[in-house]
């Protein structure tokens, strides 16, 4: 991927005080529950938000499963058609529910959750994030998640939708299991490296290990009364850079600050100057 704002993406997540609402999972079925206030009123909806989206100089977007009001064929296409007039990629439908690993409810999440990259594939996108499991890791857990991933990639066998997982939750709390999964997993689930979900004097370490696998990033920066944390956020470029990762990386924007907007460009300027 060219070294440009091509490699700039914005998730939903970044953006929810400005959508506002959520819409609530309900994993026993395919239904999406009404719709909820969860950060506000908002001024803004998925629909709207392509063409918001480009006039900012932002292309490429992920989309936070919570932010879709419903999985009707009908609303999927009016959103594949708005991300197309406005010349907008969907890189990635993040999947942000589900539980493989559960000993009671693994087999019903896994349903659940290729319930929705059947959605990712109606929409276009070109990855769907899925959580690799929130159980401690134990040879029992990290033996189901791979065994529900594995069903899962099946079921998506020939579709051009790419699965991945990232370093998040507690089943991939540390590099060794990150690396034990997706060694077992041969290359059939890709990796998502996030910056933010782990923290700790081994932090840039253990960013450093998984980093040569990541294919997405989650390029998440702290701001310390209004002003973004260049250290650490610079720090943890240099690990995605020194470890080759050639992808894009996805503003995560989520902090006090008066502005959404004005903190995702305080993260792509930052970016940008970087890789220049």
């Given at each position: 991927?060219?070294?440009?704002?091509?490699?700039?993406?914005?998730?939903?997540?970044?953006?929810?005080?400005?959508?506002?609402?959520?819409?609530?999972?309900?994993?026993?079925?395919?239904?999406?529950?009404?719709?909820?206030?969860t950060y506000g009123e908002g001024s803004e909806s998925l629909l709207g938000l392509?063409?918001?989206?480009?006039?900012?100089?932002?292309?490429?977007?992920?989309?936070?499963?919570?932010?879709?009001?419903?999985?009707?064929?009908?609303?999927?296409?009016?959103?594949?058609?708005?991300?197309?007039?406005?010349?907008?990629?969907?890189?990635?439908?993040?999947?942000?529910?589900?539980?493989?690993?559960?000993?009671?409810?693994?087999?019903?999440?896994?349903?659940?959750?290729?319930?929705?990259?059947?959605?990712?594939?109606?929409?276009?996108?070109?990855?769907?994030?899925?959580?690799?499991?929130?159980?401690?890791?134990?040879?029992?857990?990290?033996?189901?998640?791979?065994?529900?991933?594995?069903?899962?990639?099946?079921?998506?066998?020939?579709?051009?939708?790419?699965?991945?997982?990232?370093?998040?939750?507690?089943?991939?709390?540390?590099?060794?299991?990150?690396?034990?999964?997706?060694?077992?997993?041969?290359?059939?689930?890709?990796?998502?490296?996030?910056?933010?979900?782990?923290?700790?004097?081994?932090?840039?370490?253990?960013?450093?290990?998984?980093?040569?696998?990541?294919?997405?990033?989650?390029?998440?920066?702290?701001?310390?009364?209004?002003?973004?944390?260049?250290?650490?956020?610079?720090?943890?470029?240099?690990?995605?850079?020194?470890?080759?990762?050639?992808?894009?990386?996805?503003?995560?924007?989520?902090?006090?600050?008066?502005?959404?907007?004005?903190?995702?460009?305080?993260?792509?300027?930052?970016?940008?100057?970087?890789?220049?």
């Amino acid at each position: 991927m060219a070294q440009s704002a091509d490699r700039i993406a914005v998730s939903t997540w970044s953006l929810h005080r400005l959508l506002g609402t959520t819409y609530p999972h309900n994993l026993d079925s395919a239904e999406i529950g009404p719709g909820e206030d969860t950060y506000g009123e908002g001024s803004e909806s998925l629909l709207g938000l392509p063409s918001v989206l480009a006039n900012h100089g932002y292309h490429r977007l992920e989309i936070v499963s919570f932010h879709m009001r419903s999985r009707d064929p009908v609303y999927l296409g009016e959103l594949r058609d708005q991300l197309k007039v406005s010349g907008v990629t969907l890189q990635t439908l993040l999947i942000d529910a589900g539980d493989i690993t559960d000993p009671v409810n693994g087999a019903r999440d896994t349903a659940w959750i290729s319930g929705w990259v059947e959605v990712a594939n109606e929409l276009g996108a070109q990855n769907a994030r899925i959580i690799a499991g929130k159980q401690a890791p134990t040879p029992e857990t990290i033996d189901r998640s791979v065994t529900a991933l594995r069903q899962l990639a099946d079921r998506n066998a020939g579709s051009s939708v790419r699965l991945v997982t990232e370093n998040w939750l507690a089943l991939l709390s540390s590099p060794g299991v990150v690396h034990e999964v997706l060694d077992r997993l041969e290359g059939r689930i890709g990796l998502l490296g996030d910056f933010g979900n782990w923290t700790g004097e081994d932090k840039y370490e253990a960013l450093a290990s998984i980093f040569p696998r990541a294919e997405l990033c989650h390029a998440k920066a702290s701001f310390v009364s209004g002003q973004l944390d260049e250290a650490d956020y610079g720090t943890c470029l240099s690990v995605a850079e020194d470890a080759g990762y050639t992808g894009p990386y996805t503003l995560i924007f989520d902090a006090d600050h008066p502005s959404e907007w004005n903190g995702l460009s305080a993260e792509r300027d930052f970016i940008l100057s970087r890789l220049a």
